[in-house]
């Protein structure tokens, strides 16, 4: 026992005690802080240099986000009319999904056509054929989990293979006043656009004529609201692309310097959490405002399915059938792992096992799944060996690629051989940066 200065006899053990105790909670508060603003504050991450390296505690930004990293919102607009009540089962008339990479501040908008002809699930198990717009229709009425968002959700996950972290549902009243709060949007016109019988209520009593010129107008939100709706004259995939005019006209209005004051970003929060029906909590909105804020509009892309589908009548009702395949190559220009693309590796896949066709299969395979075809090369083993197993050589330190590689094969990282890390193991011969040998064991994933 020692005796400090005022006669007080302190224990070592105790004091010993106190500091572990304290850089313990230390240590937990930094994993909390650091794992939490992944999600409070996507892209906008505590930095930590020096400490990311500690277990359990997240690095920070990475740069760009693998594809399970990006954040995946569908946004709904709603066939609903001024005067129909809220609870009434409503279809959608505009659907799209907002993809945003929070590490390279990048995003993407891809459009889908309403009357696009899915499966549904029909919450036992199985399927139902009709347009995807109905979805949302059908949830309350099928007592689906979730409701119309559920169904809207599960809908597009099934069909595009593209998981959804959020949903948005915007009515036609909650849109006109969310343009008003910014004090309308400017659009510039492509078309001559003539309706002759526009109408916003459910029984048409208002009718009248609804004119566009082609040039630049500013629009209030009654005004922007007609010239995303009408449908008089022109294809769903012609209004998909007036959408997304109007959503790129709408982010330069909200990031105008004007906007975001704190007196009018406020206003314009209000508006939205009365006028959306969402399953964002309060808690990620100011995280997700901000993330959005970062992203410059030029580094939105966006991507409608006009080359994709083709129109048809199944029975009396004209609906869109997608090439699938070609559904695939868009999709990819937006849901795509931007770490994977980051690396840029060249990837060689030699046939090692003497089956034909079979290093084409792979790198399809590959090309579903993310990888750029313009990145890959096919050639014969370079040893011109028979390989019992399949190997996955790293020859430029392209880990992520790697493991990715080995992932999407189904093969444990042990088949991962780096370059210099055991001198026995022979190197293939090869310009590229990966190399995948394909052994007797070889076979395609199921997609």
Known sequence: MEASRGGVQRNPLLIFGIAIFAAVAFYMALIVATQADDILLPGNELNLPGLGRLPGIDSGDPGAASIEERINVLVMGLDRRIDEPEDNPTRTDTMFVVSIDPYSKTAGVFSIPRDLWVEIPDGQGGYMKDRINVAYEYGPIRKYPGGGPGLAVATVEHNFDIEIDHYVVLDFVGFMELVDAVGGIDVEIEDHIVDPSYCLTANCDDRQIIVFEPGPEHMDGERTLAYVRVRYGASDLRRIERQQDVMRAAVDAVLNAEMLMPNRAVSIYNKFRDAVDTDISVFKVPGLALLAKDIPPENITTVSLASAVEDTFVGDAQVLVADWDKVGVLKRQIFFDGRLRAEGAFVEVQNGNGTPGLA????????????????????????????????????????????????????????????????????????????????????????
């Not at 019992?388 to 330190?397: F, H, K, R, S, V």
């Open 360 to 447: 084409t299969s792979i790198i399809d395979y590959l090309a579903s799944r993310g990888l750029p075809e313009t990145d890959t090369t096919i050639s014969d083993a370079s040893d011109g060996l028979y390989h019992q197993e399949t190997l996955i050589y790293d020859l430029a330190g392209k880990k992520y690629t790697a493991e990715k590689l080995a992932e999407w094969l189904g093969l444990p990282d042990s088949r991962i051989r780096e370059v210099g890390a055991d001198e026995s193991t022979p190197t293939p011969t090869s310009a590229a940066d990966i190399v995948i040998v394909l052994g007797a064991d070889a076979q395609i994933p199921e997609s």
